[in-house]
């Protein structure tokens, strides 16, 4: 079965610093990974998603970047963190029959 | 564009049966599932519909009608520990990608009262 990990479970960072989150996928090959972003409350907003190695496609404009340098790892990022990322960000992946997967997530908290 | 309707809240008491009615307007279709998320927790998928009917998982049942572009989540023998909120989403191509994305409903809040 496909499993989802994603880490930190929880993160407190500064405004201005940088961000790094980082989930692997096991249990299946050339998945199709996704971030979404989830503000308290609401629904769920996706940023990026790739389709392999390389592959970028941004959903929104925002002060995050996507990156995927191997199959099964999918990394979002920052450079400089703004009050409006904090959120639940939650990495996914879809299979053929939109039967997702999650991350357990992570709860970002900006300062 | 892609966009989905649900209720934004639905009260239901123990042990009764609730509908959660989701209509979908998409660019391409390639099927509708529904996920539940409790407070503080990861969406779990639930079922997925890609042909018009009824499918069947335990308490729960999912329907589609394609033509209407709609579809709900039936939630049977209501357990107090339903109350979560369930989305609907679908899984539609993205242009020039040849990825399925999947995309969201805002949710729907069920609350199980005694």
């Known amino acids: 079965s496909q499993t989802i990990h994603q880490w930190p479970a929880t993160l407190v960072q500064p405004v201005g610093s940088p961000l790094s989150l980082e989930c692997t996928v096991e249990?299946?090959?050339?998945?199709?990974l996704y971030w979404y972003r989830q503000a308290a409350g609401r629904g769920l907003q996706l940023l990026f998603y790739?389709?392999?190695?390389?592959?970028i496609s941004s959903e929104v404009p925002q002060n995050l970047s996507a990156s995927r340098p191997q199959d099964r790892q999918f990394i979002l990022s920052s450079k400089k963190l703004l009050l409006s990322d904090s959120g639940f960000y939650l990495c996914?992946?879809?299979?053929?029959?939109?039967?997702?997967?999650f991350g357990s997530g992570t709860r970002l908290t900006v300062v | 564009g892609q966009s989905l309707e649900q209720p934004s809240e639905v009260t239901a008491v123990e042990g009764a049966i609730v509908q959660i009615n989701c209509t979908y307007q998409?660019?391409?279709?390639?099927?509708l599932s529904w996920y539940q998320q409790h407070d503080g927790g990861a969406p779990t998928f639930l079922s997925y519909?890609?042909?018009?009917g009824l499918e069947e998982t335990g308490r729960f049942s999912s329907f589609l009608s394609r033509s209407d572009s709609y579809g709900y989540l039936l939630l049977q023998e209501l357990q107090m520990k339903d109350s979560a909120s369930y989305f609907c989403?679908?899984?539609?191509?993205?242009?020039?990608?040849?990825?399925?994305?999947?995309?969201f409903g805002k949710g729907t809040k069920l609350s199980v009262i005694p």
């Open positions: 996914a992946w879809s299979g053929l029959r939109g039967t997702g997967t």
């Open positions: 249990g299946t090959s050339n998945p199709n």
């Open positions: 790739s389709v392999g190695i390389g592959q």
């Open positions: 998409t660019s391409g279709f390639y099927g």
């Open positions: 519909n890609g042909l018009d």
């Open positions: 989403a679908v899984r539609d191509p993205a242009s020039g990608a040849g990825s399925y994305q999947l995309t």
